[in-house]
């Protein structure tokens, strides 16, 4: 279960306070996949790192009772200077896992070729994108992050690859999907929530948060 409990979140732009979260109080238990609606600009990737443990609150508390992955598309982990095979068995460490394991999947699903054993820091934005896609993969977590859906690439056979073990992934994990467009949350989701103005708004389904979500947008 991933809970929080009484949570704020703000920043100071430099002319006000932006109100990311406000007392903020919801769980995500495992087996049930969430969908978060907000509009852009309303904080959709700090709440996101928070799940994830990369960003504190300013109050309230964030439990974690199980595995809880880092979003994807989140490259911190991965260091530029360093190679694909360097990166992997680096993280495989870190997590407790088998490097020869994550090492051969990555280099299975992102099929880099030569590239695996350059610098990170030398790579495409298409590349790198299919290394975090593999990593995230590769270490089998209970719920998974993913701010503003699956990322594309124009690697068709990685894309299939991926979109597959992905889908076979979620029959036995959680997903929790953070985006502004409803459509990006129906494949994936059976409760969702509206994030709005610091205000999270929990229903027990899709159709209901759509309604606010739209009543919102249009106002």
Not at 13 to 21: A, D, E
Request: glycine share 8%; charged share 25%; with cysteine.
């Amino acid at each position: 279960m991933l809970e929080f409990e009484n949570v704020s979140k703000s920043f100071w732009t430099g002319k006000q306070r932006k109100v990311i979260l406000d007392r903020a109080s919801f769980r995500v238990e495992v087996g049930n996949s969430l969908g978060i609606l907000a509009p852009n600009g309303t904080g959709k990737t700090t709440l996101v790192n928070m799940m994830a443990g990369l960003e504190k609150p300013d109050e309230g508390v964030i439990r974690r009772s199980c595995r809880v992955s880092f979003p994807l598309g989140f490259m911190g982990g991965v260091v530029q200077k360093h190679t694909a095979r360097e990166n992997c068995r680096y993280i495989a460490r870190l997590y407790g896992l088998d490097p020869d394991y994550i090492e051969a999947f990555c280099r299975w699903l992102c099929n880099l070729n030569e590239y695996f054993e350059m610098p990170v820091g030398t790579y495409s934005a298409g590349m790198k994108s299919r290394l975090n896609f593999a990593l995230l993969l590769a270490l089998e977590f209970d719920i998974y992050l993913i701010d503003e859906g699956m990322p594309s690439t124009t690697d068709v056979e990685f894309n299939k690859k991926a979109g597959s073990i992905l889908r076979e992934r979620l029959e036995h994990s959680t997903v929790v999907v953070v985006s502004h467009q409803p459509k990006t949350l129906e494949k994936f989701c059976r409760s969702a929530a509206v994030l709005r103005d610091g205000q999270f708004h929990m229903f027990d389904s899709l159709e209901e948060a759509k309604a606010l979500y739209d009543y919102e947008t249009q106002s």
